[in-house]
């Protein structure tokens, strides 16, 4: 089976743009979680998708959002950008919601300039 | 809440010898706990989890770990380093609170392994 998929695997923006990041999970899988990667925090929980709902989210401002479609996939938008968004944004899948064990996937390294 | 604390940030260990990490985790319920290993530029495997079964948890690798309530400890062990165990660790707590998946964090611990 073909693990978690994210794109695009780097990107460069400006402050003020926005972002969209996209996540395949593994086949079969339903769940998506998101997860943002920096030196200073480390890794923080964003927001969990299942069956196109929202089931959990972090602590994080209304610029980061998401979703989910039918077939599992998901994305993750960042609008007006900041300096200190640049970090390694991590998606997991897991089967279900009911804590099966999460799987990550090689993530994607936004740089904010 | 749950949570989980990392005391070591960096431990060097030279090959061929024991590695432990260690854990300490705080939670109003049973937990579910995890360790994940990250290696450069790479996004996080998983070495291994508890989930109220056995205490003592064998992952991928050689590693394995030991759930201690009287301890609320959760450290973890390989009997033999080797060079590509250098990477950094976490160790993880599932939340319980209105269910789903939100896993919490460790800062990380960092091995490196010399010759």
């Known amino acids: 089976k073909a693990g978690v998929t994210q794109t695009p695997r780097y990107l460069i923006k400006t402050r003020g743009q926005q972002v969209t990041l996209s996540c395949s999970p593994i086949s079969g899988h339903r769940s998506v979680s998101w997860y943002q990667q920096t030196p200073g925090q480390g890794l923080q929980f964003l927001f969990e998708y299942f069956s196109e709902t929202q089931r959990n989210k972090g602590n994080f401002p209304g610029r980061f959002s998401g979703r989910q479609f039918s077939n599992s996939r998901s994305e993750m938008n960042v609008s007006t950008l900041e300096l200190g968004d640049s970090a390694l944004y991590l998606c997991?899948?897991?089967?279900?919601?009911?804590?099966?064990?999460?799987?990550f996937g090689p993530g994607t390294r936004l740089l904010v300039l | 809440a749950q949570s989980v604390t990392q005391l070591d940030s960096h431990v060097s260990v030279s090959e061929g010898t024991p590695v432990l990490l260690r854990c300490n985790y705080s939670s109003s319920y049973s937990p579910s706990l995890f360790w994940y290993v990250q290696h450069p530029n790479k996004g996080l495997q998983l070495l291994l989890k508890y989930t109220s079964a056995a205490t003592l948890v064998k992952g991928i690798n050689g590693f394995e770990a030991e759930f201690k309530k009287s301890e609320t400890s959760f450290h973890l062990t390989k009997p033999s380093a080797h060079m590509s165990d250098a990477a950094e660790y976490f160790c993880v707590v599932r939340g319980l609170t209105g269910g789903g998946n939100k896993l919490t964090f460790g800062t990380g611990t960092q091995l490196k392994v010399e010759l």
């Open positions: 997991a899948s897991s089967l279900d919601t009911g804590g099966e064990t999460q799987y």
